[in-house]
C-alpha cells in the first residue's frame, strides 16, 4: 500500500480573525503546518504528501524552505473555495502509483503515530476509515428556531477527525457520482457514504484536535510546550 496525503490548507483566515492563515502562524516558535508536517512524518507508509494551497498564498514556501521529511512534498497545488473542489484538485496531482489518499487538515497538527498507523491498517482491510471519537455530551438535533426535535441515542454517535483515508479509485468515483451535492457534504467520507461505499471508524485521539478558533491556538501551544519541556 503506497499511501499520498492531500493535505488541505487552502483555508484563508477568517473565520480565525488573522490577517495570516492559522496554519502559517506561529506555535512554539514553528509554523502550525510544521508541526502537522512533523506528526505525519511518524508514518513510514506516507510515500507523499500533496500540499493544496489557496490562490493568494504568501506563506507557504517560507514555511516549509530548508525542510526536510521521509517522505516527498510535491509543489503545491491550488485549490478552491470548496473543500470537495480542493480534493479533486489535488487527487489529480498525485502520482499515478498512489493506490491509497488521506485527506488531512493542515490545521490539525498533532495526529499521534498511533493514530496514523490505525486509520491506515483499518482502511487497507475496508477500503476507507476515518479516526473517531465516542461522544460524550448529550446530543441536541434542532430545527432553525432553536426548538428540539430530537436526542439521538450518543451510543450510536462518533465525532470524526482527519486524516480519512481511502482507495483512490473509491475517492475519485464517489466525487464523480456526487458531483452535483458536493456543497452538501461536510466530510471527505460523508461523500464516500453517500457513493456508496462502506467507511469504517478508526481510534481517533483526543489531542488530534482542529485549530479554528484563537482559543484552539492557546491550547495548541501550551500542550507542545509541555510535551517538550
Do not use: C
Not at 68 to 93: T, Y
Not at 144 to 172: C, H, I, N, Y
Request: aromatic share 6%; no cysteine.
Amino acid at each position: 500500500m503506497k499511501v499520498g496525503v492531500l493535505l488541505l490548507s487552502a483555508g484563508s483566515g477568517k473565520r480565525f480573525g488573522s490577517s495570516i492563515p492559522k496554519q502559517y502562524l506561529e506555535v512554539a516558535s514553528k509554523p502550525l503546518i510544521l508541526h502537522t508536517l512533523n506528526s505525519l512524518n511518524q508514518e513510514p507508509r506516507i510515500a507523499v504528501v500533496q500540499p493544496v494551497i489557496g490562490s493568494r498564498d504568501l506563506w507557504y514556501h517560507d514555511a516549509v524552505a530548508g525542510q526536510a521529511w521521509n517522505f516527498d512534498l510535491l509543489p503545491p497545488v491550488e485549490g478552491g473555495a470548496e473543500r470537495s473542489i480542493s480534493m479533486q484538485k489535488g487527487l489529480a496531482a498525485l502520482p499515478a502509483d498512489i493506490d491509497m489518499v488521506a485527506v488531512h487538515d493542515a490545521a490539525r497538527a498533532l495526529p499521534s503515530k498511533a493514530l496514523l498507523k490505525d486509520v491506515l491498517d483499518v482502511a487497507e482491510v475496508h477500503g476507507a476509515a476515518v479516526p473517531g471519537l465516542a461522544v460524550h455530551d448529550t446530543i441536541k438535533r434542532i430545527n432553525t428556531d432553536g426548538k428540539v426535535l430530537e436526542t439521538p441515542d450518543r451510543s450510536s454517535l462518533m465525532a470524526v477527525q482527519t486524516p480519512q483515508v481511502a482507495r483512490r479509485d473509491w475517492f475519485v468515483s464517489a466525487l464523480a457520482q456526487e458531483k452535483e451535492r458536493l456543497h452538501l457534504h461536510t466530510d471527505d467520507a460523508s461523500v464516500l457514504e453517500a457513493a456508496g461505499f462502506d467507511v469504517y471508524i478508526s481510534q481517533g485521539d483526543v489531542n488530534n484536535r482542529k485549530v479554528t478558533t484563537p482559543q484552539d491556538m492557546l491550547w495548541l501551544q501550551d500542550y507542545i510546550k509541555g510535551v517538550d519541556s
